[in-house]
């Protein structure tokens, strides 16, 4: 276990030693950097990545284009006074040598908190400024009439509108007729006064002596330093149940504290007193005894490994695991509310990945081409030849396998059972600080009982039901290509359709059913590695697509989905853009992502389902041999 966990904290720190160390680079630029000369967001971004790639022995590509002085010199700075460790910083030589990097990244985040150590409690500075902030806008809406009793979305509706009218000064000042007429007035009224003191700001800092200070615009949050952000150097386990793996050591420590002990003599399981001398085994022998510790203390018939159990004998030490006849691995891992026995599984033969120029026109008869285009927010979109759309949302995912009800039980017992003050009693564990280490954990340990108590068996509950309802809305999401589902089949039963006629129909007189039935997904090729919260992407539903199309349950075929969101699907010009609404709030317009509008043909249309006709498009094109739109090419 100890072992198991060094290795765990070792992984952690070695793929957090980049970001970590971009993260000083950055502090070290907002420090060198003047207020007025600050870069946005991804200007700075642009900068630490050029500072990264020569510290750590690669050459960047392209060095980022300075529009200040001061900029250049402060990435001169850090490039002369900062050093990563020994080039080049790869992950082979952080995994393999972590010893000489682990010092330079510890120095680096002390620096970093005892700078925020250093500017806690301290006044702020009145600086000159010619942009108001989210935080100022934040402070000025909190103080009038009737703000707070708007909703959380009304709110930031409001401040966003409230923050753009600042620093635009050539907007018009148009509220919704949902807003009051006294809060009308209120915020106009600030608005007016802001950018007044914005203007004069500009004029002042462009060097205009005649501008008297006392009226330009100077906010408090705006003047005070941007916090840095705190890290810890040793990752934390949660107070959640893990899982723990069983090896056959720890299960002969089950039966040691008894005062006995597994041990095999002669192929054959006794049990025995500890202390015994045993002599030296062999590779088979030690293999043996691992295996038979497990399987004479275990009931294994309904696991159905009796094969298992003849072919021991046969084992050879040379081959590797997944190319041996044992399937039980000898570990066992546990949360202590369900347990697992790892197997050793052999690798299926997959099928190889087909396009759409594979099949001809016999085998399209068998099947109906479906467009898929997978995404974030809606897990995935088809569209058929009949525009029949079959779509499944992450709402939907969540809420079916009761994420969110789970979730709204959890933190209602965490406030009723008091476990909210403790968590927040405790000191921050964002430190590398040994002192401020010691009495995190001091603290914690008194309040230790309470949370082992509160985050028990529950939890672990929890995640397996998680666990078994993922697997059932994914089952689900492949019975919704297959025979349209449950959700489906609830709407025709809505709408009045008989769904076992519907399905089971008896075809023509010839006994033979002219409708396709294998579904044939043309699979957008546009791969989501990446991950957002609450979002899934389409790398979850892709293992259970391949295993029903090893099933015949259908076919996938992948196409390639380039410029597909960006086409009109009616008139296939390169025109949508998004849809513009207007807020009866805040009388501002917004942009709607899932919608977009058609400067051609003059429609609306739904950006996931005009993407899987297009690709439905192109897929059916391209089982003919024919060329590819230039619409749907790069120029």
Not at 156 to 182: C, I, W, Y
Not at 187 to 213: C, E, K, V, W
Not at 361 to 378: L, N, R
Not at 560 to 587: G, I, M, W
Request: charged share 25%; glycine share 4%; aromatic share 10%.
């Amino acid at each position: 276990m100890a072992k198991t966990l060094a290795t765990t904290i070792k992984n952690c720190l070695t793929e957090a030693f980049e970001p970590r160390c971009k993260a000083y680079i950055a502090f070290k630029l907002r420090t060198l950097i003047s207020r007025t000369d600050k870069p946005k967001k991804k200007e700075l971004k642009k900068l630490v990545n050029y500072v990264y790639s020569k510290l750590s022995g690669e050459d960047p590509a392209n060095e980022p284009a300075y529009a200040r002085q001061s900029w250049e010199r402060a990435v001169a700075t850090v490039l002369e006074t900062t050093s990563l460790g020994p080039q080049p910083v790869t992950f082979e030589n952080l995994t393999a040598k972590f010893y000489e990097y682990l010092p330079v990244m510890y120095k680096f985040l002390e620096e970093m908190e005892a700078h925020s150590t250093a500017q806690t409690g301290q006044p702020s500075e009145w600086v000159i400024v010619d942009e108001a902030d989210s935080q100022y806008c934040r402070e000025l809406l909190s103080a009038v009439d009737g703000f707070d009793d708007l909703g959380r979305r009304q709110k930031a509706q409001v401040q966003r509108a409230t923050h753009k009218f600042m620093n635009s000064p050539a907007l018009p000042l148009n509220f919704g007729p949902r807003m009051e007429d006294d809060m009308r007035q209120a915020i106009t009224a600030l608005i007016r006064t802001t950018r007044f003191q914005l203007s004069m700001s500009h004029q002042y800092l462009q060097g205009n002596d005649m501008i008297d200070p006392s009226l330009c615009f100077k906010s408090q949050s705006a003047s005070l330093y941007q916090a840095t952000k705190m890290y810890t150097l040793l990752p934390t386990l949660r107070f959640t149940r893990k899982f723990i793996t069983m090896d056959h050591q720890c299960w002969s420590r089950v039966f040691s504290q008894a005062g006995v002990q597994p041990r095999l003599v002669d192929d054959q399981l006794f049990l025995t007193q500890l202390g015994e001398h045993t002599q030296q085994e062999s590779d088979l022998q030690q293999v043996g005894k691992k295996f038979l510790v497990f399987w004479k203390t275990l009931n294994f018939k309904k696991a159905n490994l009796s094969k298992v159990f003849d072919t021991l004998g046969t084992y050879n030490t040379d081959l590797p695991p997944e190319e041996t006849d044992i399937a039980f691995t000898n570990l066992i891992r546990t949360d202590g509310h369900t347990v697992e026995f790892i197997c050793s599984k052999k690798a299926a033969e997959l099928l190889p990945d087909l396009v759409m120029s594979d099949l001809d026109d016999e085998d399209m008869e068998v099947f109906k081409p479906m467009g898929v285009d997978p995404g974030h927010s809606v897990l995935f979109t088809s569209m058929d030849t009949n525009r029949q759309c079959l779509r499944l949302t992450n709402p939907e995912f969540y809420h079916r396998i009761g994420h969110m009800r789970r979730r709204y039980t959890r933190q209602n017992n965490a406030e009723q059972r008091g476990i909210n003050p403790i968590m927040s009693s405790l000191p921050t564990k964002k430190t590398v600080s040994v002192p401020r280490w010691m009495a995190y954990c001091r603290q914690l340990c008194l309040c230790l009982p309470s949370l082992t108590n509160f985050y028990g068996s529950a939890f672990t509950n929890d995640r397996f039901l998680a666990y078994v309802s993922k697997q059932k809305i994914l089952d689900e999401a492949v019975n919704i290509f297959v025979s349209g589902g449950r959700k489906y089949k609830k709407s025709k039963a809505r709408r009045g359709v008989d769904v076992d006629d519907d399905e089971n129909d008896e075809g023509d007189e010839d006994g033979e059913d002219e409708r396709p039935n294998i579904p044939l997904l043309m699979l957008g090729s546009g791969v989501f590695g990446f991950t957002r919260q609450g979002k899934k992407t389409r790398m979850s539903i892709i293992p259970k697509l391949k295993a029903a199309e090893k099933e015949g349950r259908l076919l996938v075929c992948v196409v390639n989905e380039a410029y597909t969101s960006q086409v009109c699907c009616f008139c296939h010009h390169r025109s949508l853009s998004t849809k513009r609404a207007l807020d009866p709030l805040t009388n501002a317009t917004f942009g709607l992502w899932a919608v977009k509008y058609c400067r051609v043909c003059r429609t609306n249309v739904n950006r996931d389902k005009s993407a899987a006709t297009n690709i439905l498009h192109l897929g059916l094109r391209e089982q003919e041999h024919l060329d590819r739109p230039a619409v749907f090419c790069r120029h």
